[in-house]
């Protein structure tokens, strides 16, 4: 890794890097161009914005980012969020269009950079793994069936993916699709696959193309089907000009959406390529940094942008030494803007949506799905309902489903935790659960309860029941009860309450509450709350065997007591 925020701040530049790193950057612009391109026109927008986005990303990042060679720029888990954000502001004007992108970038930008600065890096982990995976199945899915009809000649006019899917079949029913652009996307499609097999040095997306460019043009088809058309020639440049507050506040929900599955996608992304190499990444500061590259691009005619999980491997096995590859691949992508606008006049639009269709296709993780129904069914269908939130709710309230979807799962985690009575068990020290132990001996009179989970509000009351429980099945009358309380690392308000009925209900049983191995936040919480003299330092001990040793020296038990002592079948 380089230093702490960037390569300008990179000491330790070797001469015999260079070489590397030039050839890895113009190896670079090869991906980086048709993909700028295809998700600028995925989104909605001009063929030069996403060239716009493509270098200040890859500038900006490259001087601030802590990730070595982690390549940032416009991203395909992001097309379908941008194009339903900026749907509802877009007149027709394309300037219109830019506006509302670029306020998006700079709207997420700023949310990951606060969130950074006030080191919530591990906010994104709402979106759990299994979550994730729907969601990403989701959006492959939206962004393919929104580039068929690019991809087959023709434009439809609907609102959400099923309204989309149903509104292609009637346009192919009424013979809508234009041949010669089907021809020259399956083609492109076809040429990617045949030359990553075949040749897998080669830039495949560059190269099909390219190869279906020139076809257009030795064919001369370029009046006869859609094309991208000249680039507008031209620096980046503000472009926010048209939006008014309203459009700002109707765009901020969008933008905490695209910063949530921007930043778990760098996320992830950075964390693999600090663990290669054996080193760690802050994931606040890599928030910092990817909401400084976000908001610089929206200010720039950009829109978001995010890590790329195609992009940065094939930047890592073109010998990419530091970011100093990402700038050579900017300064060629804007000397192409510059230099060769007309390089795009025969490219056609349907070998564009080829493009996006393939690389969109790296979504799909049916493996991690069939791992994920064997490890877990419950999570396979989270994972399935945070799809389905997608396709019938749209991306935007899709990510809404996959946040809710995962906060619900961790509540009901914590809601019915596991639950255990700790017994002996021969040959082993300590104490253990007697659900994996039922060979296990309980001492007489003493139950010791273990709840794997902070005390809140929503399991007070099962906390109770389930210590009354144990006390009332017990073969013998208690005396004590030793709760195992290392898991509970939190007690609220209504849990404390709990607590105290609990002391209550137990005491006039002629039953002692303490408490084993509590954590000093847990017992300032009580202490806060006016329980001191309630559960004064008699109630606490450092460990299991100190409490269970406190029992037998005040009761009187005698250690032989116990070895008849088991517990009943199904406790």
Known sequence: ?????????????????????????????????????????????????????????????????????MVVGPDSSLVPLIAASIVSLDDGRPERAVAA???????????????????????????SKPIRIGFLHGVALTVIVGQFPTLAGFGVDADGLIDEARAIVE??????????????????????VVVRRAMPRLPAMLVALGAATVAVWALGWYGELPVVGRLDRGVPAPALGSLRWNDLVSLFPAALGIAMVAFADTGVLSRTYAAREGSDVDQSREMIAVGLTNAATGLLGGFPVSASSSRTPALEAAGAKTQLASLVAAACTMTLVLALPGLTSNVPSAALAAVVVIAVSSLFDLPGLTRLGRASPAELGLSLAAFLGVVFLGPLRGIGVAVALSLLVFIAKAWRPHMTELVRVEQRKGYHDVLRHP??????????????????????????????????????????????????TDVDVTAADELVELDDHLRLGGVHLVFAELKGPAKDRLARYGLTERFGPDRFFPTIGTAVSEYVRTTGTAWSDWEDERPPSGT
Not at 110 to 120: C, N, Q, S, W
Not at 471 to 488: G, L
């Open 1 to 69: 890794m380089t230093t702490a925020w960037g390569l300008l701040a990179s000491k330790r530049y070797r001469p015999e890097w260079l070489r590397s790193d030039l050839a890895a950057g113009i190896a670079l612009t090869a991906l980086v161009v048709p993909a700028g391109i295809g998700y600028a026109q995925a989104s909605g927008l001009p063929a030069v914005n996403g060239l716009y986005a493509t270098v200040v990303a890859l500038t900006v990042y490259a001087l601030v980012g802590p990730s070595r060679i």
């Open 171 to 192: 346009a192919l029913a009424d013979g809508a699709t234009n041949g010669r652009a089907l021809g020259a996307g399956t083609a492109t499609l076809v040429a990617i």
């Open 439 to 488: 060979e296990g001996r309980r001492i007489p009179g003493l139950v010791i309860a273990r709840f794997d989970a902070p005390l809140f509000f929503a399991n007070g009351a099962a906390f109770d029941r389930f210590v009354r429980r144990l006390v009332e099945a017990a073969p013998t009358p208690v005396r004590w009860v030793v709760i195992a309380a290392e898991p509970i």
């Open 101 to 127: 992108a670029g306020a998006l970038a700079v709207m997420t930008g700023l949310i990951l950079a606060v969130a950074g600065v006030a080191r919530l890096g591990l906010v994104t982990d709402l979106l």
